[in-house]
């Protein structure tokens, strides 16, 4: 179990965007983030694996706010800004019991949220970058 970091900051790179949406945030979210809907607020708020109710992602947050700020959130699409150097192409990506973050292993509630894919816009001849494909 490794939790994902970004390499890049407050921000990830949106390379493609087939479904989102754009609502205030309950709380401080990281770029980055797993984000679920606040089932009373109706604002995005950090979702984890540690329970069913807090393991209902709904996308990934795209940039850092502070609570009351609107975020874009992926739940559907390609993110780059991942270190996801250490995992293999087509690994799942799951949510991870800490608040917020994403990890290689399961949390207590098993949750995929999308899989390393290449992306070949990279320099012919060297490895393909790897970026997260977000599936849910």
């Given at each position: 179990?490794?939790?994902?970091?970004?390499?890049?900051?407050?921000?990830?790179?949106?390379?493609?965007?087939?479904?989102?949406?754009?609502?205030?945030?309950?709380?401080?979210?990281?770029?980055?983030?797993?984000?679920?809907?606040?089932?009373?607020?109706?604002?995005?708020?950090?979702?984890?694996?540690?329970?069913?109710?807090?393991?209902?992602?709904?996308?990934?947050?795209?940039?850092?706010?502070?609570?009351?700020?609107?975020?874009?959130?992926?739940?559907?699409?390609?993110?780059?800004?991942?270190?996801?150097?250490?995992?293999?192409?087509?690994?799942?990506?799951?949510?991870?019991?800490?608040?917020?973050?994403?990890?290689?292993?399961?949390?207590?509630?098993?949750?995929?949220?999308?899989?390393?894919?290449?992306?070949?816009?990279?320099?012919?001849?060297?490895a393909y970058d790897?970026?997260?494909?977000?599936?849910?």
């Amino acid at each position: 179990m490794a939790a994902i970091s970004l390499v890049t900051a407050g921000r990830v790179e949106i390379v493609e965007s087939i479904r989102q949406m754009t609502l205030p945030a309950a709380e401080a979210i990281t770029a980055g983030a797993p984000v679920r809907l606040d089932t009373t607020t109706g604002k995005f708020t950090n979702a984890n694996g540690s329970a069913s109710g807090e393991a209902r992602v709904w996308g990934i947050a795209t940039r850092t706010v502070i609570a009351g700020e609107p975020v874009t959130v992926i739940r559907n699409g390609v993110l780059d800004g991942f270190d996801l150097s250490g995992m293999n192409y087509d690994a799942a990506v799951y949510v991870s019991d800490t608040d917020g973050r994403l990890d290689t292993a399961a949390g207590t509630v098993s949750t995929v949220v999308g899989r390393v894919i290449p992306a070949t816009s990279t320099t012919l001849g060297t490895a393909y970058d790897k970026v997260l494909s977000v599936e849910l």
